[in-house]
């Protein structure tokens, strides 16, 4: 009998040498938190960055990370989070049934809520913000990138990394991070672009972080970026619930399965697992500063 696509993959085998998770939402997963860390620390997923995507959650995480030392936080209004303020769509982007929103200054009540909770230590990113071409129509966009340059400002002046979330948006997001100027530290969340995309990121000394999407049988380019990417730049995430890695697709994800995906990263860059783990480990930490 086949597993529900709403049970829990197992637990696979421990790495020896301990890994972050880069990016998951432990607010949106099952169990507790405890008992989320507890499960990762034990297959060798010794650290997690926690982010937010509006300010209730952002404030959840910042909270999260000064309860736990093992967490760390990243705060933001996801890309389809702006639109929503400022045009109302219940459903973050602006597409048909939006209700009148709060408008510019609901998205500036909403910024400086998220600047504020930046100057706090234990908050060590700001993000995931962004661009996303795939969720949000033409209305939407303008508040969509109003919001990722505000983000950008940020992180610069408060000195944290920017996490950046690019879904179908690869020249547009690399446009603006040349045009407002980069920060000294800014991470690709769930890299989805290409081998080329890889070496400009390189080029401009951004991270990657890969998902269980690496996994992915119809993910060959994405395997590819990998090959590519500097092993100094490439970091791995979870993006929990969601994501999961092969061969539990489509059923819950959460920090334990890092190592599914550290393995599979190894293998396409052709080095053991340790190697893998320890790359990524330095390359974390040194992203987000911790």
Same mark, same amino acid.
């Given at each position: ?46 650290t997690v960055v926690q982010v937010g995507c509006d300010v209730k959650g952002s404030r959840w995480a910042a909270e999260t990370a000064a309860a736990y ?26 597409? /048909?049934?939006? #209700?009148?929103?709060?408008?510019? %200054?609901?998205?500036?009540?909403? =910024?400086? +809520?998220? &600047? *504020? ?22 209305e939407g966009m303008a508040a969509q990138e109003l919001s990722f340059r505000a983000h950008i400002e940020i992180a610069k002046r408060r000195g944290k ?58 993910? /060959?380019?994405? #395997?590819?970026?990998?090959?590519? %990417?500097?092993?100094?730049?490439? =970091?791995? +995430?979870? &993006? *929990? ?21 550290v393995r599979a990263m190894a293998a396409v860059r052709g080095i053991d697992e340790d190697a893998m783990a320890t790359a990524i480990a330095a390359n ?7």
């Open positions: 009998m086949s597993a529900s696509k709403d049970t829990p993959p197992p637990l696979p085998e421990p790495l020896r040498v301990a890994v972050a998770d880069s990016h998951t939402h432990l607010d949106m997963q099952a169990g507790t938190v405890e008992e989320g860390l507890a499960k990762a620390a034990s297959v060798g997923v010794a030392d093992n967490v760390h936080a990243a705060v933001a209004l996801h890309p389809n989070e702006a639109p929503r303020i400022v045009l109302g769509d219940p459903d973050g982007w602006s597409r /048909q049934g939006a #209700r009148p929103g709060g408008g510019q %200054a609901a998205l500036d009540d909403a =910024l400086a +809520e998220i &600047d *504020a909770l930046a100057a706090l230590d234990h908050v060590k990113a700001v993000g995931e913000t962004g661009l996303d071409h795939f969720r949000t129509g033409p990394a920017l996490v950046i979330h690019d879904r179908d948006a690869h020249a547009d997001v690399l446009r603006i991070l040349r045009e407002e100027g980069a920060p000294e530290r800014t991470v690709f969340h769930c890299y989805s672009g290409d081998a080329d995309m890889a070496r400009e990121c390189a080029a401009a000394g951004y991270y990657m972080s890969f998902a269980g999407t690496v996994t992915f049988k119809n993910a /060959q380019p994405l #395997r590819d970026a990998l090959a590519a %990417a500097p092993a100094e730049l490439v =970091l791995v +995430e979870t &993006d *929990a619930p969601y994501l999961t890695p092969a061969p539990y697709r489509g059923r819950p994800n959460a920090p334990y399965l890092i190592p599914l995906t974390t930490a040194r992203a987000f500063a911790y």
